[in-house]
């Protein structure tokens, strides 16, 4: 947690930060929601404050890469906050799921390497947390799914589009359709996932700490080319390729990375 956002809450009287963040390794950054006594569901407080640890992190300078997972072993993010929505009216729901999904959008576009470590189960709002996520790593024992049809609605905070777009239209639909709740191993068989493992932070940090190595200026790059690149025909793509790489060519980590080349040397990137 930083000082900054820790004075932020303190000065507005918070009793309970429903959202953490920390460097918990070199230049890698994880966020933790941390209500595991209602497995970590997104209540407004949650995407509030979730909201201003993502802006905090996209502009920290010695962040690279982040982590995003829940707090507890049960849950990575449920969902929205149901027994706070039995209290709102209609046009009330219609504007928290609206903040829940500009609350993924928005850690789906920071501009660097992002990660889910689902250490618990990832349910409607949750998976769609994940979705937003470049690389989704679960835990072997856990279960995820857009199961809002099971509840008489329909995934509201990008389900519908960013599912389909990873994992194929006929098995999105099935499993929207289904409301089914899947195991990570058939998550990963279908490409929802990246990684099994019965220790995500663990396998996390390992994927973090390959990605830091490389010059924070590429990975933004990267990135952008790929997201950009993937919603357009491939000529467009391809230009699109070539201005990101070109923002590449004038920065101080590519003259470092030839002289530590020229050197037999690991090259020290300042993200400059």
């Known amino acids: 947690m930083t000082e900054a956002l820790l004075k932020n809450h303190l000065d507005k009287g918070a009793k309970i930060l429903h959202v953490t963040w920390e460097l918990i390794h070199e230049h890698i950054g994880c966020i933790t929601i941390n209500r595991p006594e209602v497995a970590n569901a997104l209540s407004q407080a949650v995407l509030n404050e979730l909201q201003t640890i993502i802006k905090e992190i996209d502009n920290h300078p010695q962040v690279y890469c982040t982590i ?5 072993e049960k849950a990575f993010c449920a969902g ?3 027994k706070e929505r039995r209290g709102m009216s209609d046009k009330e729901v219609v504007k928290a799921v609206t903040r829940i999904g500009e609350t993924v959008t928005m850690l789906e576009q920071m501009s660097m390497p992002t990660i889910a470590a689902l250490n ?3 349910f409607g709002g949750g998976l769609e947390l994940a979705l937003a996520c470049d690389i989704r790593i679960a835990n072997e024992h856990i279960k995820m799914g857009l199961t809002e049809t099971s ?3 329909i995934p509201g905070a990008g389900g519908t589009q960013r599912l389909p777009r990873l994992i194929g239209l006929g098995k999105a639909k099935e499993l929207i359709f289904t ?5 990570a191993e058939e ?3 279908i490409g929802l996932v990246q990684y099994t493992t019965d ?3 663990k396998k996390s940090l390992i994927l973090a700490d390959k990605i830091i190595r490389n010059g924070p200026v590429a990975l933004r790059q990267a990135k952008l080319a790929i997201n950009s690149g993937a919603e357009t025909d491939l000529n467009t ?3 699109l390729e070539h201005l990101a790489y070109k923002e590449t060519i004038p920065t101080k980590d590519r003259i470092e990375a030839l002289e530590a080349f020229k050197e037999k040397r690991k090259p020290n990137y300042k993200g400059q």
């Open 151 to 153: 509840l008489a609605i």
């Open 120 to 122: 618990g189960v990832a």
């Open 179 to 183: 409301a089914k709740a899947i195991r």
């Open 187 to 189: 998550a990963l068989s």
């Open 80 to 82: 929205a906050d149901l």
């Open 237 to 239: 793509g391809l230009q």
């Open 68 to 72: 995003i997972t829940g707090a507890g």
């Open 199 to 201: 220790d995500v932070m």
